[in-house]
């Protein structure tokens, strides 16, 4: 079967292409998708095995990579997309309990649940708790000050939109955010928890029922049915723990910067790049990206 493998970094040296061309059949083609930084190369092989061989090569080099079969499904045309530290900097319930002085408190917590330690639905409840009085107007001063895409977000979005893709935000996250969020991005949809507002500030409750990992999985499938594409046609990111199983329920999941627990279950990974990585993995070159 014919793979291809991606290599992505800034930059990406001819040096990096030819330790891991040293390693893959003598007759594999290198395909530059952006100078400098990302190329594909085609070859014959098992796709495990070469991506293994070719980490091994690069010895810890700052190199993302990523082998899959090569063709026309490398183009996927559904991305769902988690958004705290994933198509933005941070997490937006840190940042709003910084408010409060509870930044520290809320983000182990946080932290605690990304990373898979405790359930997501407890920890959500216990800190939207923990942010009881804080009105609309401080969760606006939050987004306006703090919270900033990351990098490649934009273009991940509207490259793959402008090629015919759907794209949605599904956060467990708050919709005060989302909403926010996915117009400044680009995402066709978005969705997330809702918080509870009485007399214009929070309650301390979250609408019931939670948008959890499940549910984020029920909504990758639902996109997907919705618009009767194969699994292999979807694309899913996220970076922590409640991002598992959409991530490997996607065509190409990808653990974007992502907490031990995600980045070992995850066949695709970014530990490097920016998101414009993702682009990349689907064979777009650097001409038809986005801006």
């Known amino acids: 079967m014919s793979q291809v493998l991606t290599l992505i970094a800034k930059p990406l040296t001819d040096g ?6 040293a390693v893959l059949p003598q007759d594999t ?8 930084q990302a190329c594909d190369l085609r070859f014959a092989g098992a796709a495990e095995d070469s991506e293994r061989a070719a980490r091994d090569a ?3 080099a700052p190199v993302d990579l990523f082998c899959q079969a090569d063709g026309p499904v490398r183009r996927r045309e559904l991305l ?18 910084g408010v409060i002085g ?3 408190q809320v983000a182990d917590i946080t932290e605690r649940a990304m990373a898979g330690e405790i359930s997501f639905a407890d920890a959500l409840r216990e800190r939207a708790g923990m942010l009881t009085g804080l009105a609309a107007a401080d969760l606006q001063a ?9 990098s490649g977000a934009r273009e991940l979005v509207a490259t793959m939109r402008a090629h015919g893709a759907v794209t949605a935000l599904v956060s467990g996250g708050f919709t005060f955010f989302t909403e926010r969020v996915a117009a400044a991005a680009g995402f066709d949809h978005h969705q997330a928890n809702e918080l509870r507002f009485v007399d214009g500030r929070l309650d301390g409750s979250v609408m019931e029922p ?24 979807t694309l899913a990111v996220g970076d922590g723990a409640n991002d598992l199983a959409m991530v490997k329920a996607a065509g190409l999941g990808v653990a974007y910067h992502a907490k031990p627990v ?3 279950a995850a066949r695709a990974r970014i530990e490097y790049g920016d998101l414009t990585a993702l682009l990349y993995l689907q064979g777009y070159r650097a001409d038809q990206i986005q801006i």
Not at 16 to 21: G, K, Q, S, T, Y
Not at 86 to 92: D, L, V
Not at 142 to 150: A, F, K, P, S, T
Not at 210 to 227: D, M
């Open 80 to 97: 769902v997309a988690d958004m705290d530290s994933t198509i933005i900097t941070g997490e937006c319930i840190d940042e709003m309990a």
């Open 142 to 150: 939050v987004y306006d000050r703090r919270i900033h895409l990351n």
């Open 29 to 36: 083609e290198v395909d530059w998708l952006a100078p400098g």
């Open 262 to 264: 995600l980045a070992a």
């Open 102 to 104: 509870r930044k520290a």
């Open 16 to 21: 990096h292409v030819r330790l891991v061309l």
């Open 210 to 233: 939670i948008l959890g990992p499940q549910e984020k999985l029920a909504a990758l499938r639902s996109f997907a049915a919705r618009l009767k594409l194969a699994p292999e046609a």
């Open 58 to 60: 690069l010895s810890g």
